[in-house]
């Protein structure tokens, strides 16, 4: 008779934690989403300033284009 309480209590516990879980995780899901949002955006505000921008060229000079050589267009000859 033991045998038998044990294992509707096992069944019962199993089935009560299931339903439990079937309430609860899609909430822990959701929270869990978001903090790991927040936690990405804290990152990226933080990370942001310390980025080293390019070097903005002057008005002055123009940049000089280095030519380095003329293009040749080669032919199949049959």
Sequence with gaps: MNVLKTILYILLFYYAFKFIMRLLLPVLVQKTVEKMGETIRNQQQY????????????????????????YVDFEEIE
């Design 47 to 70: 990370q942001a300033p310390q980025e080293p921008s390019a070097p903005q060229p002057s008005g002055k000079y123009p940049r000089e284009t280095k030519k380095v050589g003329e």
